[in-house]
């Protein structure tokens, strides 16, 4: 005779396992969905990708302790107000060029890198690009021959992928 607790066969925890692993999997799920609806551009925590026609500037909160982006008036990227879905392919283009060049080895973007080179999420407001007016030829310039035009104190040529 099996004088075994219910609580205590292998059964039992085999059926227990089977359901705990089902379960888990279903709030995965439901919690993978819910993440990339909050975080999808145009949702509630995150702008649409056509923000870059707007003046962004950072300020800080005393509150939370960090800064916090303001988003402002008009302020078109280099001077073209692009659409949406043009802002989107823009936005697309250069995250892939940003992985492509591997700036993240050096660079740090959204936090996330290393610490060799300037952070580039803030990059735009740098003050080094000297006035409004002046930023939008430099930041070109920049972008198409690094080594000639950084504004930066680090070396020339100190971001080998960037050539």
């Given at each position: 005779?099996?004088?075994?607790?219910?609580?205590?066969?292998?059964?039992l925890w085999k059926k227990v396992a089977v359901w705990v692993t089902a379960l888990s999997f279903v709030l995965l799920v439901v919690l993978t969905f819910d993440s990339?609806?909050?975080t999808a551009a145009g949702g509630s925590?995150?702008?649409?990708?056509?923000v870059?026609?707007?003046q962004i500037d950072y300020r800080y909160d005393q509150a939370a302790q960090r800064y916090k982006p303001v988003i402002g008036g008009e302020q078109p990227l280099f001077g073209k107000a692009l659409d949406e879905a043009t802002a989107e392919q823009q936005?697309?283009?250069?995250?892939k060029t940003v992985q492509?060049?591997?700036?993240?080895?050096?660079?740090?973007?959204?936090?996330?890198?290393?610490?060799?080179?300037?952070d580039l999420t803030k990059s735009w407001l740098d003050?080094?690009?000297?006035?409004?007016?002046e930023r939008e030829k430099r930041m070109l310039a920049f972008l198409?021959?690094?080594?000639?035009?950084h504004v930066a104190t680090a070396a020339p040529g100190a971001c080998p992928t960037s050539t």
């Open positions: 005779m099996n004088n075994t607790p219910p609580w205590a066969t292998e059964a990339m609806a909050k925590r995150v702008p649409a990708y056509s870059v026609n707007k936005v697309s283009l250069g995250k492509g060049k591997n700036c993240i080895n050096c660079h740090t973007i959204l936090g996330n890198g290393a610490y060799y080179a300037p003050p080094a690009w000297i006035s409004e007016t198409l021959d690094p080594e000639k035009n």
